[in-house]
């Protein structure tokens, strides 16, 4: 494995994110062209989604690693070029607060009154984290919570952001039957709500109907890591090998699309690579814009 491997494998899983995300937010209020399968025309507009997976990426390729002040840095530089990308009202306070030269540990821990974000911002940007790291667990564990923790200072925010990056990073390594994504999931996540959602999850059949687990589980209705994540990794296991089928299905339940797609699609594209994500597909979502936070105004 050439030495590059590493940096491959997260642009992957940001490729399926990206895209994924992009294919929610076209589809997020179009029923008929979901209960149809049309494929949304171009342009795909991304949102936050994408743009702080990038800038994950971009620390990953200066750093070796998830360097917090620089991707803290990096998170509050994207949003003030373009804080137009459906960001939530709490990452518009804690990105705000960092660019205007807050310390991104008091940012995050005083939002949400002072309990931390548990909001699922952290796990939507963090699938290439899991693919970068994935020859090494412990790794990738230790890195997704450090992504995380500069926006999200909840430990169940956190939670979320390692069990995503654990899933990607099993699929990564050439993921499996769906109980070792469980299993494997489950021996990162601490204990917590989002942990438990998955342990229940884990339980409930692969060829349910997908609206009657959201309704077990939650679809992203809340935002949060607790009730977004576990239906996604439920989506993994069920179509880990089929980029097209696992966005089909995560999208065919209303709730948070595009965050939900972009979990699924930087997951499963960890484990198929880019040739897995139709090419015509890729080529509607609009280009990504990396170093975005180190350029001019």
């Known amino acids: 494995m050439g030495a590059d491997a590493p940096l491959d494998r997260a642009h992957s899983s940001l490729d399926g994110l990206s895209v994924g995300d992009a294919f929610g937010e076209c589809l997020f209020h179009d029923q008929q062209g979901i209960e149809l399968r049309l494929v949304p025309?171009?342009?795909?507009?991304?949102?936050?989604?994408?743009?702080?997976?990038?800038?994950?990426?971009?620390?990953?390729?200066?750093?070796?690693?998830?360097?917090?002040?620089?991707?803290a840095n990096a998170f509050a530089r994207r949003h003030s070029v373009d804080p137009y990308r459906g960001y939530g009202p709490g990452a518009h306070d804690v990105l705000r607060a960092i660019h205007s030269g807050r310390s991104w540990k008091d940012a995050a821990a005083e939002a949400f009154g002072g309990?931390?974000?548990m909001g699922n911002g952290s796990a939507m940007r963090v699938a290439p984290v899991g693919a970068y790291?994935?020859?090494?667990?412990?790794?990738?564990i230790e890195e997704a919570k450090k992504s995380a923790t500069v926006t999200h200072a909840h430990p169940d925010g956190q939670a979320g952001a390692i069990a995503v990056a654990a899933a990607a990073g099993w699929?990564?390594?050439?993921?499996?039957?769906?109980?070792?994504?469980?299993?494997?999931?489950?021996?990162?996540?601490?204990?917590?709500?989002?942990?438990?959602?998955?342990?229940?999850?884990?339980?409930?059949?692969?060829?349910?109907?997908?609206?009657a687990v959201a309704l077990e589980v939650g679809a992203g209705?809340?935002?949060?890591?607790?009730?977004?994540?576990?239906?996604c990794l439920w989506v993994v296991?069920?179509?880990?090998?089929?980029?097209?089928?696992?966005?089909?299905t995560t999208v065919s339940v209303p709730g948070d699309r595009d965050t939900n797609c972009a979990i699924v699609g930087g997951v499963v594209a960890s484990l198929t690579g880019r040739d897995g994500i139709p090419d015509d597909w890729l080529k509607s979502r609009e280009p990504l814009r990396h170093d975005l936070d180190l350029s001019g105004d």
Not at 172 to 196: H, I, K
């Open 221 to 231: 209705w809340n935002t949060l890591c607790a009730d977004t994540v576990p239906f």
């Open 115 to 117: 309990r931390g974000s």
């Open 133 to 140: 790291f994935a020859g090494d667990e412990g790794r990738v």
């Open 41 to 71: 025309p171009p342009r795909w507009v991304t949102t936050d989604d994408t743009e702080m997976a990038v800038a994950v990426v971009d620390v990953l390729r200066r750093h070796g690693a998830i360097e917090e002040e620089a991707l």
């Open 237 to 248: 296991a069920r179509h880990s090998n089929d980029f097209c089928e696992a966005l089909w």
């Open 171 to 211: 699929a990564a390594r050439g993921g499996g039957e769906a109980g070792g994504l469980f299993d494997t999931v489950l021996a990162a996540t601490p204990p917590g709500p989002t942990r438990d959602a998955i342990a229940k999850t884990s339980k409930l059949q692969l060829d349910s109907d997908p609206l």
